[in-house]
């Protein structure tokens, strides 16, 4: 079956800032997070994958059909929250809705009506009198009442309480226990993914820095730490970045089955956290 997401070579280019051959795939029945620091280029990516803006170049395909010649078909079948607010303002949570559900074939009233009592929203407020974080969980409320087969959220969790995050979290891993869905979702906040995310996709300054499993990630980096005496130029090849003060230093290597024959030993060992990991690769300029 083809891919759920697929994105080839995406090409996009800003004055000051451009996409450069952007490419990832995501398979059904996963979650893929999508990580880079601010400015990094993801929610020109998530736009350009819901043709909101004009690609210069690559392709993108989703459920196996182009972005852009099935867009009516492919959005149906998207449930998709944005970092910014889409909606009417002067409308109330009930109006808003009743203007939305008519545009998707499955639109699930039943499904609306519980998600708004779970995530406490009151039916009769204005969207303009809504908390950020509210509009974030009106927003979800949406993506999810429609029996969507992927998720493309962008930045789903920024704004959210630390209870209201969790229970996205799980309902996010609920979505895909049915094999055949799937969840994209970019977020700096890198805890969230620890916990439900499959795959990470790293993005930084409009490349992508790796596409892949997240086991593979802990797999391959180590977060070393260690008298500054043991590190000489050629150990330091091994390092994407250093960090040294007048204690020692901390770094992270980008292969740690190459530690053995580095290092004899006095340094500790640790599994570098997402954060560690996105740090150690956007400071990386400064190290050199
Ligand atoms: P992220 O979502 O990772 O924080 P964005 O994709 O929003 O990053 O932005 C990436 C870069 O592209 C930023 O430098 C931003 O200023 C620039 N950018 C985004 N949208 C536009 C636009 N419509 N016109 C010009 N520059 C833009
Ligand atoms: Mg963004």
């Known amino acids: 079956m083809a891919p ?15 996409l450069k051959n952007i490419s990832f795939t995501l398979e059904r029945g996963y979650i893929m997070g ?31 059909l182009d972005n852009i010649k099935h867009e009516k078909e492919i959005k149906n079948r998207i449930g998709f929250v944005f970092d910014e607010n889409y909606f009417y303002e002067e409308l109330t949570v ?4 009743r203007v939305i559900a008519p545009l998707y074939k499955n639109w699930d009233d039943g499904a609306f009506n519980r998600y708004l009592k779970e995530f406490s929203l009151p039916p009769d407020k204005k969207i303009k009198e809504l908390s ?8 979800l409320a949406v993506a999810l009442s429609h029996n969507a087969e992927l998720l493309i959220m962008d930045e789903p969790t920024s704004g959210l309480d630390p209870i209201i995050r969790s229970e996205l979290l799980d309902i ?11 969840v994209f979702f970019s977020t700096h906040i890198t805890s969230d993914l620890d916990k439900i995310a499959d795959y990470i996709t790293f993005i930084n300054d409009g490349r992508i820095i790796f596409s892949c499993p997240k086991d593979d990630i802990f797999e ?3 977060l070393v730490r260690g008298p500054k ?4 130029t050629s150990i330091r090849q091994h390092f994407i970045g250093i960090k040294e003060n007048r204690f020692g230093f901390e770094g992270l290597v980008k292969d740690k089955h190459q530690l053995n024959k580095m290092f004899k030993d006095g340094i500790v060992i640790d599994k570098p ?16």
């Open 4 to 18: 759920i997401l697929e994105v080839k070579g995406l090409k996009k280019e800003f004055k000051g800032f451009a």
């Open 34 to 64: 999508f990580i880079g620091p601010n400015g990094a280029g993801k929610s020109t990516t998530i736009k350009l994958i819901m043709n909101l803006l004009k690609k210069d170049g690559g392709e993108i395909k989703v459920f196996g």
């Open 94 to 97: 009930a109006e808003m809705k």
């Open 132 to 139: 950020k974080g509210m509009k974030m969980k009106f927003s």
């Open 172 to 182: 996010l891993t609920s979505v895909i226990q049915d094999e055949n869905k799937g």
């Open 220 to 222: 391959k980096y180590a």
């Open 229 to 232: 005496e043991i590190l000489n």
């Open 273 to 288: 956290s997402l954060d560690d990991i996105m740090l150690y690769f956007t400071r990386r300029v400064q190290n050199v």
